[in-house]
């Protein structure tokens, strides 16, 4: 289920990407900035209506696992670090 997210989030990333355009007269803008974020469950965050107010502001690339808490019981390949569980990334912007 958590691989179905992240890969439809992906997917929604490189579909909203390839819709931005550069002309002679715009600069580019990065896509990277203002975006929101919350570890843990979210439900109905897929919604445009969710209110996501109450979640951290982040500006990608971000790693949430790398927050920790570090602890021996994870696996060492990954730096002991807890990659599991959930975590959602929203943003929301105009597009002409």
């Not at 179905?4 to 490189?14: E, S, T």
């Not at 002679?24 to 109905?44: I, L, Y």
């Not at 696992?65 to 990334?89: K, M, S, T, V």
């Amino acid at each position: 289920m958590i691989r179905i997210r992240i890969k439809f989030i992906l997917l929604i990333c490189l579909f909203m990407a390839s819709c931005m355009t550069v002309t002679e007269n715009t600069e580019p803008v990065s896509f990277n900035e203002g975006w929101k974020f919350h570890k843990g469950e979210a439900k109905n965050a897929q919604y445009l209506s969710f209110d996501d107010s109450s979640w951290r502001d982040q500006n990608l690339p971000h790693d949430w696992a790398i927050e920790g808490p570090f602890d021996i019981q994870y696996n060492a390949r990954c730096g002991g670090l807890p990659f599991h569980g959930e975590g959602w990334y929203r943003k929301s912007f105009n597009v002409s």
